[in-house]
Structures are given as structure tokens and as C-alpha cells.
T-cell receptor, first 110, second 114 residues
């Protein structure tokens, strides 16, 4: 069964202080590893999909990377508006559902 | 370009009642999936609809049922509501049966069961 574990559960950073969020996974036949951002009371907002080990994608201050066992979401010089819960999810071949982790709640302090 | 739209945004029901939630997919999408998100948890897959048929189902009881209409919109029905059904219900849309790219979510319907 697919498993996704995210760490840390919560992270508080000063504005401008770079860091990384971790997503460890267990899957047989990874099709895609997804990152979403979710604001309180809102639906998840799509950020990235990664498909193979070694792949990297960037969007503004965010960069996602993928290895065979984990994915990292790197946040460079974050701003208060980057505060949100970041969710990691995956799907495997033959399966059309996303299996989500419980998320990392990120707070950026001005 | 309208994204995924869901209604209602909030609703309150009592135990034993029934509820229907509605979803319109993003323009150009023909596949709809439903997820349940309890407070502090990640979304859990309920089921997926494509070509008006349920294609895949998660670990949810038969009290959870759905429907997809010819215009690709979808409904989620929950019968005999329990307190534990209180959650944010998310609809997601994509293109085609096989999930190969982005999956877009709506803002959700917040269900409270008293």
C-alpha cells in the first residue's frame, strides 16, 4: 500500500530564512509525485508534478526535487504570503487516486 | 476560465440525515474525483467518475455514492450521516481516465454533522 510521510508537521521561519520540507514515500511503480499548497478553509492549489528521480521543478521561491525515496520542497527567502500547509501526494501506475501525506504547516514570520 | 466549482460551500446537518454535494469540473476536463479531508489531515480518496461511471473507489462505505452527468458535472451523496462524516469535501477534476498531469481542486464543501 502506498505511504506518504511528511516532515516536519509544522515549521516557523523568519522572513528570508530558507528551508526545506520533506516528503518520504513508499510506492510500487511511482507514476507521479505531486505538491500542493493549501490555505485554511480552501481547496489544495496545484504546485508541481514530478515523474522520475532527479527531476526538479521551480516556481517563484519554490523548488521541488525527487529521489527514489523522497521529495523535497525547497523554499528560498520566503515571504509571509508563503504561509500555508504544503501537501505531498503520489499516484502509481494502474491507480488513479492520489495518496496524500498529512502536510507541513509553514508559518513565515515578518 | 472557470476552475472547479462546488456547492454549497458550507452546510450543517444532523445525524441520520442525507446530503448532496455538487461539483462542476474545470473547463475541458471530463473526469471528476471526490476527496474527504478531516481537520488536520490530508485528503482521502472517495471515488472517481469518468464517462458517467464510477471507475475507482477508496475505502468508504456504501453510504457514500455519486453520480456524473453528461455535462461532466458530478454529485456526491452521503446517507445516514454520522458525526464522523464532518469534514471538508473536495472535488477534483482532470482530463481523461488516466491521471498523468495536474489534478485541480475546488474550494470544497464544509459539512458539519451535529
Amino acid at each position: 500500500e502506498d505511504q506518504v510521510t511528511q516532515s516536519p508537521e509544522a515549521l516557523r521561519l523568519q522572513e528570508g530564512e530558507s528551508s526545506s520540507l520533506n516528503c518520504s514515500y513508499t510506492v510500487s511503480g511511482l507514476r507521479g509525485l505531486f505538491w500542493y499548497r493549501q490555505d485554511p478553509g480552501k481547496g489544495p492549489e496545484f504546485l508541481f508534478t514530478l515523474y522520475s528521480a532527479g527531476e526538479e521543478k521551480e516556481k517563484e521561491r519554490l523548488k521541488a526535487t525527487l529521489t527514489k525515496k523522497e521529495s523535497f520542497l525547497h523554499i528560498t527567502a520566503p515571504k509571509p504570503e508563503d504561509s500555508a500547509t504544503y501537501l505531498c501526494a503520489l499516484t502509481h501506475f494502474g491507480n488513479e487516486k492520489l495518496t496524500f501525506g498529512t502536510g507541513t504547516r509553514l508559518t513565515i514570520i515578518p | 476560465d472557470a476552475g472547479v466549482t462546488q456547492s454549497p460551500t458550507h452546510l450543517i446537518k444532523t445525524r441520520g440525515q442525507q446530503v448532496t454535494l455538487r461539483c462542476s469540473p474545470k473547463s475541458g476536463h471530463d473526469t471528476v474525483s471526490w476527496y474527504q479531508q478531516a481537520l488536520g489531515q490530508g485528503p482521502q480518496f472517495i471515488f472517481q467518475y469518468y464517462e458517467e461511471e464510477e471507475r475507482q473507489r477508496g475505502n468508504f462505505p456504501d453510504r457514500f455514492s455519486g453520480h456524473q452527468f453528461p455535462n461532466y458535472s458530478s454529485e456526491l451523496n452521503v446517507n445516514a450521516l454520522l458525526l464522523g462524516d464532518s469534514a471538508l469535501y473536495l472535488c477534483a477534476s482532470s482530463s481523461g481516465l488516466v491521471l498523468t498531469g495536474e489534478l485541480f481542486f475546488g474550494e470544497g464543501s464544509r459539512l458539519t454533522v451535529l
